[in-house]
């Protein structure tokens, strides 16, 4: 069965093809940029997870054993809910069904204001996840429609990066400290309404992606490669990152100095993906994986090894594996190119990496229970099959004429 487009967290996945618009046009500079914007406030939740978690913890409105499932019900929620676009969404509505998926994105979150336990919290987290996939499915259908949409992965990367730091340092900074968690649902239902607007910025409709006829396409087992290697990445990250305020406050933050780290660490993640905006295009995707995955898990051991008090260690630390991390990102879908020039491998990238981000703090919390740590060690253990998976990947160059 050929597969529909899929989007992403962080990412943009695209096929290496020019499809025009209702209009005989391929999606302009502003069609673009627009649903790059609203794939930004779609995926947001990503970056802010440890100060939101943080405070419901402290307001005793989520439950340390609760935080992998509260993670993985929004998340998983946005997996399926790319699916669900991918199979219901009409190319000739995609407008309309943006509008529709950003109103009820802003409903669910205003509701999360007066849920009463943290399972109706949750609850109300994997509806609200289900809009965000339908939102990142469509922002992600104009932008493989564009001219040339390989440079914008790196650029969605980029973008997120920074709307995630400015989220965080906001909240954590201005609105948590006096309005708690409250103030989390309350911007990011306002994120939804921009969402809304931005929306009358995208076509109306869509032109099928080539490919999607009788023939279909056939997967063969070198294809999952890539898909294993982006899911246990993004797993990695998110199994410990879900926990990084328990993580910091072991070592010795203060919950306000951990909020702060965050922030910080999402601005030294810009860093990972400036590089890999002037990289993506010319380094050999295969090695890059491998490197960057085994730089993950020796980075991990040495965030494990790390004894209470040391402040400074821990968070240099966790900007360099901020930075591996969010570098490494854009390679997973020119690795999944290199294995499949058809792009059709590419456009399930998306969903492994989301995949990825909702099992990862789940899992994790399979081991956590009193003690935040076995977090970090599952996320070693995920860098470490990642590492392995990585060893005899194609290395082939990928590079500008």
Same mark, same amino acid.
């Given at each position: 069965?050929?597969?529909?487009?899929?989007?992403?967290?962080?990412?943009?996945?695209? &096929?290496?093809?020019?499809?025009?618009?209702?209009?005989?046009?391929?999606?302009?500079? &502003?069609?673009?940029?627009?649903?790059?914007?609203?794939?930004?406030?779609?995926?947001?939740?990503?970056?802010?997870?440890?100060?939101?978690?943080?405070?419901?913890?402290?307001?005793?409105?989520?439950?340390?054993?609760?935080?992998?499932?509260?993670?993985?019900?929004?998340?998983?929620?946005?997996?399926?809910?790319?699916?669900?676009?991918?199979?219901?969404?009409?190319?000739?509505?995609?407008?309309?069904?943006?509008?529709?998926?950003?109103?009820?994105?802003?409903?669910?979150?205003?509701?999360?204001?007066?849920?009463?336990?943290?399972?109706?919290?949750?609850?109300?987290?994997?509806?609200?996840?289900?809009?965000?996939?339908?939102?990142?499915w469509i922002a992600t259908a104009v932008v493989v429609r564009a001219s040339n949409p390989t440079p914008y992965f790196a650029v969605s990367v980029f973008l997120q990066l920074l709307s995630q730091a400015a989220a965080a340092a906001?909240?954590?900074?201005?609105?948590?400290?006096? /309005?708690?968690?409250?103030?989390?649902?309350?911007?990011?239902?306002?994120?939804?309404?921009?969402?809304?607007?931005?929306?009358?910025?995208?076509?109306?409709?869509?032109?099928?992606?080539?490919?999607?006829?009788?023939?279909?396409?056939?997967?063969?087992?070198?294809?999952?490669?890539?898909?294993?290697?982006?899911?246990?990445?993004?797993?990695?990250?998110?199994?410990?990152?879900? /926990?990084?305020?328990?993580?910091?406050?072991?070592?010795? /933050?203060?919950?306000?100095?951990?909020?702060?780290?965050?922030?910080?660490?999402?601005?030294?993640?810009?860093?990972?993906?400036?590089?890999?905006?002037?990289?993506?295009?010319?380094?050999?995707?295969?090695?890059?994986?491998?490197?960057?995955?085994?730089?993950?898990?020796?980075?991990?051991?040495?965030?494990?090894?790390?004894?209470?008090?040391?402040?400074?260690?821990?968070?240099?630390?966790?900007?360099? /594996?901020?930075?591996?991390?969010?570098?490494?990102?854009?390679?997973?879908?020119?690795?999944?190119?290199?294995?499949?020039? &058809?792009?059709?491998?590419? &456009?399930?990238?998306?969903?492994?990496?989301?995949?990825?981000?909702?099992?990862?703090?789940?899992?994790?919390?399979?081991?956590?229970?009193?003690?935040?740590?076995?977090?970090?060690?599952?996320?070693?253990?995920?860098?470490?099959?990642?590492?392995?998976?990585?060893?005899?990947?194609?290395?082939?160059?990928?590079?500008?004429?």
């Amino acid at each position: 069965m050929a597969l529909q487009q899929h989007g992403h967290q962080s990412c943009l996945s695209s &096929t290496e093809v020019t499809i025009v618009s209702a209009n005989d046009l391929v999606p302009t500079r &502003t069609n673009v940029l627009s649903a790059l914007a609203i794939a930004c406030a779609s995926v947001l939740i990503g970056g802010i997870y440890p100060v939101f978690i943080g405070a419901l913890l402290s307001e005793g409105r989520l439950s340390l054993d609760k935080v992998g499932l509260f993670v993985m019900t929004e998340l998983l929620a946005l997996v399926v809910g790319i699916f669900i676009a991918s199979l219901y969404v009409r190319l000739n509505r995609v407008r309309t069904a943006s509008i529709l998926a950003s109103l009820a994105g802003l409903l669910t979150n205003l509701l999360c204001l007066t849920a009463p336990t943290e399972l109706s919290i949750i609850a109300l987290r994997g509806a609200t996840g289900l809009s965000e996939g339908i939102l990142v499915w469509i922002a992600t259908a104009v932008v493989v429609r564009a001219s040339n949409p390989t440079p914008y992965f790196a650029v969605s990367v980029f973008l997120q990066l920074l709307s995630q730091a400015a989220a965080a340092a906001a909240l954590s900074v201005f609105t948590i400290p006096v /309005y708690g968690s409250q103030s989390v649902f309350v911007a990011l239902a306002a994120l939804c309404g921009l969402s809304m607007l931005l929306s009358l910025l995208i076509p109306q409709a869509l032109e099928s992606l080539p490919g999607n006829g009788s023939h279909g396409f056939i997967w063969r087992p070198q294809h999952f490669k890539p898909l294993a290697i982006a899911f246990l990445q993004v797993a990695a990250i998110s199994a410990f990152w879900a /926990y990084l305020e328990p993580l910091g406050e072991s070592v010795g /933050y203060d919950a306000q100095g951990i909020r702060s780290l965050v922030s910080a660490t999402l601005l030294v993640g810009v860093v990972g993906a400036s590089l890999s905006m002037i990289t993506v295009q010319r380094f050999r995707p295969g090695i890059t994986v491998f490197v960057a995955s085994l730089g993950m898990m020796i980075i991990g051991t040495a965030m494990f090894a790390t004894h209470a008090g040391d402040l400074y260690r821990f968070a240099v630390l966790l900007c360099a /594996y901020q930075i591996t991390c969010i570098f490494i990102v854009p390679f997973q879908s020119t690795l999944a190119i290199d294995v499949d020039r &058809t792009g059709r491998v590419a &456009t399930v990238i998306p969903m492994a990496q989301l995949f990825g981000q909702a099992m990862g703090p789940f899992i994790a919390s399979l081991a956590v229970h009193s003690d935040p740590a076995p977090a970090l060690l599952t996320a070693i253990i995920m860098a470490a099959i990642a590492t392995l998976l990585s060893v005899r990947l194609p290395r082939r160059v990928l590079v500008k004429a």
